[in-house]
């Protein structure tokens, strides 16, 4: 069917670069939602669950729930899972900002601060390990504009950056089929990007 042969396009598409492009292992950062899901379970199917390593990386913002999901979904995988808070990076960033942006109100500038302090750390884990970084935007989001430069668009491939947003729940379930990888929850609950209260 259709979402088996877009499956199937995308594991190729993943494998083909990265191989290409001489690398052999992926970092990917697990927010907990759907479209990272996605991505790692395309990314273990491309190259093998131990060439991926997950990153969760909570904010102020982030859910118990999120957390929980991301761990789950790198343990059904078989994937190498790291946490790591971004909370210290954020609140060293919002310090050196204080007196530049004193009497401004808080806005997308400071949910664009976790955001990029997210790609920061995929990108150092890149270079350390010398494991290329997959970004995680669908199309939906890229059509609109809902993601952050130097955030959540870091990363070496756009794996899934030509899949609107109803295909990656399609293909999300399709995977699941073959073998219950993705969390209920992470396929049930709203989508959020979880950068400020409620």
Known sequence: GDEASAYGALVLGT???????GFQKAIIGLSGGIDSALTAVIAADAVGSENVIGVGMPGPYSSPGSIDDARTLAKNLGIRFELISINPAYEAYRTMLKDVFAGKKED???????????GMLLMALSNKFGA????????????????TLYGDMVGGLAVISDVPKTLVYRLSRYANSRRAVIPEDTLEKPPSAELRPN
Request: charged share 25%.
């Open 15 to 21: 494998r083909d670069y990265m191989h290409k492009c």
């Open 108 to 118: 997308t500038t400071e949910e664009n601060l976790q955001s990029r302090a997210r």
């Open 132 to 147: 290329i970084v997959l970004s995680t935007g669908n199309k939906s989001e890229l059509g609109v504009g809902y993601c």
